[in-house]
């Protein structure tokens, strides 16, 4: 099942390394001075730490990529800006959500 998660490799230059990490286990992380070696090992730690959760009892993260999503975001924004947005809208003849996600892809 770790195979599922988000796994992500990126260079630290602080560490001169490259370090692995998994968004659901935002505690982990594994340094390698390859990127190949980073990612093996966090995929490695993740392994573990699932194991070590499952024999405590412990809930282990659902992966981000099997979980449900609505495809609702509730967003709060000043009066202001959501006048803005509307005037905006209104102007461009769509729906507010149509400018929305027009603006967000």
Known sequence: M?????????????DAEYVGLCLEFPLLSWLAPRPEDAFAGIRQVVEEAM???????????EPLSTRPYSGRILLRVPPEMHRELVTQAAE??????????????
Do not use: H
């Open 2 to 14: 770790s195979d599922r998660y988000t796994y992500r490799v990126t260079w630290s230059e602080e």
């Open 92 to 105: 461009e003849g769509v729906s507010l959500n149509r400018l929305l996600n027009a603006r967000l892809s």
């Open 51 to 61: 194991r070590d959760m499952q024999s405590a009892g412990e809930a282990v993260p």
